[in-house]
């Protein structure tokens, strides 16, 4: 076979010759053919198995709504299931497959399904699959899910890289179709900034398939003549295969355009497909209308098609459907199939018109009747036709054209829940009143059908649109061309057929919608979930109308009153990557790195991700295998020595202004108007319902200068908490806000010989003896021979530490500086995992302890809370529930057994008694090993567990089956009294 | 003189620049940062110091190119400006003592990473990194925008193919990553 039913004419390319398989036999077809029509071309009509009863399928349209040709395209990584071959433009090399076959596609193992069908109908699977209980697990979900979804995944990563952009407009006109081209062209000729969008890769819509002329040029001609005047326009922005997806709030809408979807592989570096993001401040739906089956018996052959595929197939790809073809229709549109075919020299065996006042032809038959039946598995013989007389015909064809009628292409009026109307004299929905904001709606999308019509409202309506926004323009001129109404006699479905399809892609029959009804799933939305009517890859596209019109009948309703479902977003099925963009993999979300990251890596630092920060968690040396090895050595070290762990993650804040003082007064519930310039105060931050919200500690530079810190995951929280007690609590103050986070290197230096290593770094004219720098003092210092730092003498370990601050440019370097004088000190650099252990160790709470539920007395600061001044979260937390007796207070853990772990999570029991909720006495937030104590310990909360030092408790984890003998003892495991960290 | 020599953003010694046949982008290392928030009751002395630096103060949206000092609006009444480091590493101390009270300076070099990005295909590269309306924009239009999930600032200069995009100093390596990856997408 090759190429047999080509004709002449179509708007292909005959000078590029393009190879391809299906299903592993290769084929020829041309530039501008889709796989449809190169396939058809070829002779090819059977595409696919149908989803439930594995029928013999082909292809049923020429547009995106094809519920029947579904093929697997390309391979390996690249591969994509449920490709419809309707769209994909054909090129050198496609490589493509049937779906949802077992074995080859024309002896299907698993067609046996159709002699079934009496068990398979709708719903059948909640009425089944449920008796033996135990046979789910092993048997039927097995099947099902070998059964269910229609074709495969690789299982490989996408490797396309797909991107997202941002587009700005006067006007969207959405669909290039004779209707879209006139506004655009109106539009563009004005100076508005105007994008055509249409999701093929030849503008023209319907243009492109009919023989019509427009004054003296053919349909495509004139189409062709259009837009290359709009491409020629600088304001005039021009989309091919670009689809729009979705109307979303204040008038933007998603667009997926395809840069490489017709290449065979895309060009290195550039994206598969695009998600634009369209700002519009109008918007013109011109989107067409989507012909409507007729359901009859065995009505999905394959061969039998819609009547204007066919008429596209021949008149823009050049291809006859068949040699031999009989066209079934309600409406005069079926009939302007027929005649073009017949001018090609296809035979056209008959017209079926149920119609009694068809129009006649002396080209072919005209009959006045309705099919019946059909013969023909693998491809379509013959068509049964009861005439109006009631005697029957058989005429042998090779295709079938069905034309039902045109529903006019409203999906996008209702992504924000809009309902369509219905009109009589078109028999077909049209947008309803509630339009998304800023769109309206012309040609054939709302319900103007003749090629005169949809011009005029093209036109009409870029005029109208772009008068709302101040933009002047003028109408084009409408070139003459046909100017039919609609001739239409209602007709969804041939009474007395059993297996009649509705529903193609989801095998939905009208006894499916029948039973349905019997059922008592008469409202739409039921009918639609029951039977999963519309609820495949076409939403409907072909299938919607016929559902809802049989179910009107069967309930003796109307069909507007019957109502309809909602369309969603993606008007197409869409890839995942085009919504991922570029975040996927490494770049799923920014990393954050911190000065001394380079340095780190260097190191062979492990790291961990802290929200979008990389922090170095431990560093190992050589020999050390376990993490647990290098964590020890470093809190040892620290303890021992010195230490460096880069904290510029914390979060620093800035609060400068007159009024600084009494705005931190606000902010903790601890005092600091009275703190003294050049120190520093541990600050405890409470919500305004007088739990703990964060803590850090405030830094007096300056009379009007404090640098306040925070946890690093609690940075922007904060920063937004304190901006909006700021502007909107207390407006009159005067403070302003400014964030540092990233402005500064920050090291803590923490051990024994911190001191002795800063002297080598802090330039001589700052004295850091303990007399002159006490513990919580702050200064502004230089280092290294004059650079600017900010020195503060602050311990978050428990040992004499320093945090020291230079500008971020220069911390690379200065922790080099820290590792190089401090070598004489065995400096060590430790990670997070160090600094969880030494604070732990210490007793000082952090993110575990501010869980969201515990107060500043359960963290045993109630002192703290300032009884002398009004600041956010006082009043409430001295709430009854939050002071009553039993409160949780914090305590340290440790095992019996130095053996034993202790688990954060774990909850505490009494010694003896039930271990169940009814009995829970607090739970462990914090644990570690400490290697200076040579066991486990942990921190926790505990009912009164001020008053419970010295008992022994059971440490529970039920659903790990833990538990522990352990003692309540301090949380200030090392040094209690703080003489370490005043040295 | 102190004996610390500083990074680049990026991590280098010399600032990087990417050249696309297209569109190049410029690691600017080369500008001192320092935020400007008037404080209570000194807003039109402000304005006055704004205007002794600047020639004219940057309205909302807006951006103010002079020579040393440049600024931007960030806010009511706060705004960015910036100088050439070399000359003006301690910016925000020299404007300090223009201003003294009247003020809050802080030192924001550190914060920030910047890129220069100029081209024929800038226009389609912007639509591709981020929201701003590049097309409507016109010299000196200032936008806040997010730019791979990062808040950015995006200058347009007042020379037609060219902007400036300030993103946060930590993340330096993931924007340059979107900006790489999206200038070789349109080659």
């Known amino acids: 076979m090759n190429q047999v039913n080509r004709l002449k004419g179509g708007q292909i390319d005959r000078s590029v010759t393009h190879r391809f398989k299906f299903d592993g036999k290769t084929f020829e077809g041309h530039q501008g053919d889709t796989l449809a029509s190169a396939l058809l071309a070829n002779g090819v009509r059977l595409m696919g198995r149908s989803f439930k009863y594995h029928r013999p399928r082909g292809v049923l349209t020429a547009g995106s709504e094809e519920p029947n040709a579904l093929v697997e395209l390309r391979n390996g990584a690249r591969q994509e299931p449920n490709s419809r071959a309707t769209t994909i433009e054909l090129f050198d090399g496609l490589l493509a497959k049937s779906q949802n076959r077992l074995g080859p596609l024309k002896y299907d193992l698993l067609a046996i399904n159709d002699r079934f069908s009496n068990f398979l109908t709708a719903g059948f699977y909640y009425k089944t699959f449920m008796w033996p209980a135990a046979f789910w697990e092993k048997v039927y979900e097995p099947i099902i899910r070998r059964a269910a979804g229609l074709g495969s995944l690789s299982q490989l990563d996408d490797p396309d890289v797909y991107d997202k952009g941002f587009l700005y407009c006067d006007l969207l006109v959405i669909g290039a179709g004779p209707a879209g081209l006139a506004a655009a062209l109106t539009a563009g000729r004005s100076g508005a900034e105007v994008i055509l969008a249409d999701e093929d890769f030849r503008m023209g819509g319907r243009l492109n398939c009919e023989s019509l002329t427009l004054d003296d040029q053919s349909a495509p001609a004139w189409a062709d003549d259009v837009v290359a005047e709009l491409k020629s326009l600088p304001n005039v922005r021009v989309m091919h295969r670009t689809t729009i997806i979705g109307a979303f709030d204040h008038g933007i809408y998603g667009a997926v355009e395809r840069i490489s979807d017709h290449l065979i592989v895309p060009d290195l570096g550039k994206p598969r497909q695009i998600l634009w993001r369209i700002y519009t401040k109008r918007t013109i739906l011109a989107t067409g209308a989507i012909e409507r089956p007729i359901a009859f018996e065995n009505n999905d052959r394959p061969g039998i098609m819609l009547a204007s595929a066919i008429r596209t197939y021949a008149n823009r790809f050049a291809v006859a459907a068949n040699k031999k073809i009989v066209i079934f229709t309600n409406n005069d549109d079926g009939h302007r199939t027929a005649k073009d075919l017949h001018a090609m020299g296809v035979e056209v065996c008959g017209v079926i018109d149920v119609r009694a006042d068809a129009p006649r032809s002396l080209d072919y038959e005209v009959l006045h009747g309705q099919v019946v039946d059909t013969k023909g598995r693998l491809g379509l013989k013959q068509v049964k036709i009861r005439l109006e007389n009631g005697n029957i015909r058989s005429l042998d064809c090779g295709a079938l054209g069905v034309s039902g009628g045109w529903n006019p292409n409203v999906h996008l009026t209702c992504h924000q829940r809009g309902r369509p109307t219905w009109r009589d004299d078109i028999a077909a929905f049209v947008p309803g009143v509630d339009l998304p904001l800023g769109m309206s709606v012309a040609g054939a999308a709302s319900g103007i059908m003749s090629t005169t019509g949809a011009l005029q409202s093209g036109t009409d309506a870029a005029c109208a649109a772009l008068s709302v926004i101040g933009i002047k323009s003028r109408a084009i001129t409408i070139p003459q061309t046909e100017d039919a109404p609609v001739s239409i006699q209602p007709f969804w479905y041939v009474r007395g057929c059993r297996r009649a399809w509705i529903d193609l892609q989801n095998d939905v029959t009208v006894k499916d919608i029948q039973l349905s009804h019997q059922e008592g799933f008469r409202a739409v939305e039921h009918l639609k979930r029951y039977t999963t009517l519309g609820m495949a890859t076409d939403q409907g596209k072909t299938s919607n109308m016929g559902g809802l019109a049989i179910m009107a009948e069967l309930a003796g309703t109307s069909i507007p009153k019957a109502g309809t479902t909602i369309f969603r977003p993606p008007y197409t099925p869409t890839a995942i990557g085009v919504f991922a963009g570029r975040h996927r993999g490494q770049d799923f979300h920014p990393k954050r790195l911190t000065p001394s990251h380079k340095w780190a890596k260097e190191q062979g630092a492990a790291f961990v991700e802290v929200g979008n920060w990389m922090r170095a968690q431990w560093f190992p040396l050589a020999g050390e295998t376990k993490w647990r090895e290098s964590v020890d050595r470093e809190v040892l070290a620290v303890r021992t020595s010195v230490g460096v762990c880069d904290v510029t993650t914390l979060g620093k804040i800035d609060v400068q202004g007159a009024e600084a003082a009494e705005f931190l007064n606000k902010i903790y519930c601890n005092g600091f108007a009275k703190l003294a310039v050049g120190k520093c105060r541990y600050g405890l931050m409470l919500r305004e319902d007088g739990i703990a919200k964060d803590d850090g500690t405030a830094a007096r530079l300056a009379d009007d200068h404090f640098v306040v810190t925070t946890t690093t995951a609690n940075a922007l929280p904060v920063y937004r908490h304190m901006e909006f007690v700021r502007q909107c609590l207390f407006p009159d103050m005067d403070v302003q806000l400014i964030s540092t986070t990233e402005s500064w290197a920050q090291y803590a230096v923490a051990g024994p010989n911190s001191r002795a290593l800063l002297q080598k770094i802090i330039d001589p004219f700052t004295d850091l003896s303990n007399d002159a720098f006490p513990f919580m003092s702050c200064a502004n210092v230089t280092v290294c021979g004059g650079l600017r730092a900010r020195l503060f003498r602050i311990s978050f370990s428990g040992e004499l530490a320093y945090e020291l601050a230079v500008p971020t440019a220069y911390g690379d370097a200065l922790i080099r500086k820290i590792i190089a004088v401090g070598a004489e000190f065995n400096v060590t650099p430790y990670g997070t995992e160090a600094l969880g252990v030494l604070r732990i160790e210490k007793g000082h709470a952090a993110g575990n302890e501010l869980n969201g539920t515990t107060t500043a007395q359960n963290l045993g600061m109630g002192k703290l809370v300032s009884k002398t001044k009004d600041s956010i979260g006082s009043i409430l937390s001295e709430r009854a529930a939050l002071t009553a007796p039993g409160t949780l207070c914090q305590v340290g853990i440790k095992p019996l057994n130095p053996a034993d772990p202790v688990i954060a999570g774990a909850h505490l029991m009494n010694e003896k008694g039930p271990i169940d909720a009814a009995h829970d006495q607090g739970y462990v937030t914090s644990a570690c090993f400490s290697p200076n104590l040579g066991h486990a310990i942990a921190i926790g909360f505990l009912k009164d567990g001020d008053l419970r030092l010295g008992e022994k408790m059971r440490l529970v984890s039920p659903l790990t089956g833990i538990e522990t003998k352990i003692e309540i003892v301090s949380a200030h495991f090392i040094d209690p009294q703080g003489e370490r960290l005043r040295a | ?187």
């Open chain 2, 1 to 187: 003189m102190h004996s610390l020599k500083p990074v680049t953003a990026l991590g280098g010694i010399e600032p990087r620049t990417d050249v696309f046949h297209h569109l190049s982008i410029i690691e600017n290392d080369g500008l001192a940062l320092a935020s400007f928030a008037a404080r209570r009751g000194f807003e039109l002395e402000c304005q006055t110091v704004l205007k002794g630096l600047l020639g004219v103060v940057p309205s909302v949206g807006k951006a103010i190119f002079n020579d040393p000092i440049s600024g931007f609006w960030l806010g009511p009444d706060q705004w960015m400006l910036t100088a050439p480091r070399d000359s003006h590493e301690l910016l925000a101390d020299i404007v300090k003592n223009e201003c003294g009270a009247a003020a809050s300076m802080s030192e924001q070099t550190g914060a920030w990473v910047c890129f220069d990005v100029i081209g024929d295909a800038l226009l389609a590269f912007c639509e591709r990194i981020c929201s701003a309306p590049i097309r409507q924009m016109q010299g000196g239009d200032t936008r806040r925008t997010s730019i791979h999930h990062l808040n950015c600032i995006l200058i347009k200069q007042s020379a037609g193919d060219q902007i400036r995009i300030f993103g946060p100093r930590a993340s330096a390596d993931s924007l340059h990553h979107a900006l790489f990856t999206t200038a070789t997408a349109l080659a």
